[in-house]
């Protein structure tokens, strides 16, 4: 079995392989314990000197940054909340000077006049049994 050298190993762990080359050089680490552990070696390398790069107190800042943020969102959500409530209540005073309230007050005894004979027809309708139109289906197959 032909093994991959240390350099296609740090290359791997880097991306620096087209696609096909990666997938052949995955298949063969399922079947050779060499290969495995020589990646896994590089790749812990890797990890160590990535580590190293990072700030000894990067979590602690990230963590900082990441309540920051979260108190700026709620702030921000606040005053949306705030402006939605002065616009809602800018629009009332708006149309309640311009007569609106009136006029929807003034037509609905109107509305009710109008609509004031549909309860009886709905109790008619109960009375009398509801239609068997309702509950036959013309496109059903029996």
Not at 70 to 98: C, D, H
Request: aromatic share 8%; net charge positive.
């Amino acid at each position: 079995m032909a093994h991959y050298s240390s350099a296609d190993w740090s290359r791997y762990c880097r991306g620096a392989l087209d696609r096909n080359r990666r997938r052949r050089m995955e298949r063969h680490l399922l079947r050779c314990d060499r290969c495995l552990n020589s990646y896994l070696e590089l790749a812990g390398e890797e990890e160590a000197e990535a580590a190293a790069l990072l700030l000894p107190d990067f979590e602690a800042n990230l963590w900082r940054l990441i309540r920051r943020k979260q108190r700026e969102a709620a702030r921000k959500r606040k005053s949306r909340l705030l402006f939605n409530y002065i616009a809602a209540a800018v629009i009332t005073l708006v149309l309640m000077a311009g007569g609106a309230f009136d006029a929807v007050a003034a037509g609905l005894p109107a509305l009710l006049k109008e609509t004031r004979h549909i309860p009886r027809l709905i109790n008619e309708t109960v009375a009398a049994g509801l239609p068997g139109e309702l509950f036959h289906n013309e496109n059903r197959a029996d």
